[in-house]
């Protein structure tokens, strides 16, 4: 059995599709104002279901891209954890084939050197670290191997640091931990290149190839900074003390970068240990 076709249908979309028209004409038409009220009723009423799901829906597409985001931050973090316990034992073991030691365990600013004199004048180094840094006069200038100086003059930006080339030189020094003296530049021929170990002991012996190391002594430089290797016995003083000759571990005319350390009353002979094989 068909079923006939209701025969006022078309009638019934005929009059919903003119009275659609009519109101889509008279809402055209409308003052702005007017129109704004009725949306917004609609929006608040009939509306409202609608405005939610799509708020809900754009709220879920944000979270769907965070979540995303997460998980690819997360996914890269992992990998670089898992990288990096084998970095890390690949630099103990080229640190370890390289000689280096580690990082100097006090209070430090690392700089560039900016200027160097002359090789055969009275060295002073220009740093690109000063006061805004926490660089102080008289602090102590090292290189990875040894000593270089003190700082001599402070600037906001820069420092001068007074090198061990300089005549003003002076810094207490130990040997074997036991034997001690006073370590100058040399003056004469070859001034730049070596130093003196004076006032030993003239008692104490001294192997050539012995380090020497900064005492301590006098609050400028730390103890333990090697400061060169004992080459020759220069000069005796018959039951009064000896001068030895004292190839430097640096010199101050063939550095690009040095440390300035900050802190006081330190130990860095472990510090340098590495450095003085």
Known sequence: ??????????????????????????????????????????????LAPLVTLQHETELLRVRRREFETLLAQ???????????EPLAAENLRLRSILGLRQRMPVRHVSGEVLHHPHP???ITLLLTVGANQGVREWAPVVSPRGLVGHIQSVDAETSVALAWT?????????VMDSIA?????????????????????????????TIVHTAGLGGV?????????????VEEREGWSKTY????????ATVSHVLVLLADGVDLRRAFSSAER
């Open 120 to 122: 055969a004048g009275e």
């Open 74 to 84: 997360r996914d890269s973090a992992i990998a670089f954890a898992e990288q990096m």
């Open 181 to 209: 003296g006073i370590v100058v530049p040399r003056i004469g021929a070859g001034a730049t290149s070596f130093l003196e170990l004076r006032e030993v002991a003239h008692r104490a012996e001294i192997p050539s190839g």
């Open 221 to 233: 430089y730390p103890r333990g900074i090697p400061i060169g290797r004992v080459r020759e016995l």
């Open 245 to 252: 000759l004292v190839e430097p571990v640096v010199h101050p």
């Open 1 to 46: 059995m068909s079923l006939a076709p209701e025969p006022y249908a078309s009638r019934r979309d005929t009059v919903a599709f003119l009275t659609c028209l009519l109101l889509a004409v008279v809402a055209r038409a409308a003052p702005a104002d007017y129109t704004a009220t009725v949306a917004s009723l609609l929006r608040s009423s009939i």
């Open 166 to 174: 300089h005549p003003d030189f002076r810094a207490s020094a130990t």
